[in-house]
């Protein structure tokens, strides 16, 4: 297990399980939620009172996954990443868990995911309690030790170059999804290319190895399509659909660390 770092300011000393809490050699402690993860968000790095994804959100997206209509999103991801039973997995912005938690049951690395939504956390430990769950905010600091994990995945998350790179071991690989220009595009349009700009954003630490597009096209009840738009907190648009078919598509960014 990688060992997690206390993050009060900057204290970043290894924290070690007591019973149902977490502590630092300063002191400080963090419970154990019952469902498994632990919350080491501190206030300062909140922007509102409930960060992250609402608990609407992520029940739509848990619906979504339910029903297969990601799962070849997800066997491109597993193919790229070409994870195995030895592999130490981190998803930065990890939503519900579904990506990183499939990969450990089918693949058998060991995984762990971090997100700053606690309803999103709390999902991902309640269906995956076999990996490790954190509510942190990525963007700052990823509350681990140094060269702790052999894959990175970032998928149509935020993106943290310095801490991804220092997180990831040198002979690691990181897996970047974005959304590709034609991902929903049924319901808001033709999107941008953001390809180039995200290999320039990790092109201080790490040299792309390859790069693929996964898409999916699923036949949607009007349920469904809501729950697409609450997932990107479009649920006034609910009124103006029927059933309908929606495309799903990522772009595929895999880099090396320089």
Not at 21 to 46: K, T
Not at 63 to 83: C, N, S, W, Y
Not at 139 to 168: G, H, K, Q, W
């Amino acid at each position: 297990m990688p060992p997690l770092l206390c993050t009060v300011r900057t204290c970043h000393e290894p924290l070690a399980r007591e019973e149902r809490r977490l502590v630092c050699p300063r002191g400080h402690s963090f419970d154990i939620a019952r469902s498994g993860y632990v919350n080491l968000l501190q206030p300062q790095e909140r922007r509102s009172k409930q960060p992250g994804d609402t608990e609407e959100a992520v029940a739509a997206r848990r619906r979504l996954h339910d029903r297969g209509v990601t799962l070849p999103l997800f066997e491109a991801i597993a193919e790229m990443a070409a994870v195995s039973g030895d592999d130490v997995v981190l998803d930065a912005g990890c939503g519900d868990g579904f990506y990183v938690g499939s990969l450990a049951r089918k693949r058998g690395c060991a995984a762990h995911g971090i997100d700053i939504s606690i309803p999103a956390i709390d999902a991902a430990a309640r269906r995956y309690p076999e990996c490790e769950w954190i509510v942190g905010n990525a963007d700052r600091f990823i509350p681990y030790a140094d060269a702790s994990f052999s894959r990175v995945l970032s998928i149509t998350a935020r993106m943290n170059s310095p801490e991804f790179r220092r997180v990831l071991r040198d002979d690691g690989r990181l897996l970047v999804a974005i959304p590709a220009p034609d991902d929903l595009v049924e319901l808001r349009g033709a999107g941008r290319d953001r390809a180039a700009r995200t290999v320039e954003t990790f092109a201080n630490g790490f040299a792309l190895l390859d790069r693929s597009r996964a898409s999916t096209v699923s036949d949607l009840d009007r349920e469904a399509v809501y729950d697409v738009l609450l997932s990107i907190y479009r649920p006034r648009a609910f009124g103006k659909v029927e059933d309908m078919r929606v495309t799903f598509s990522l772009d595929l960014l895999l880099f090396a660390p320089r």
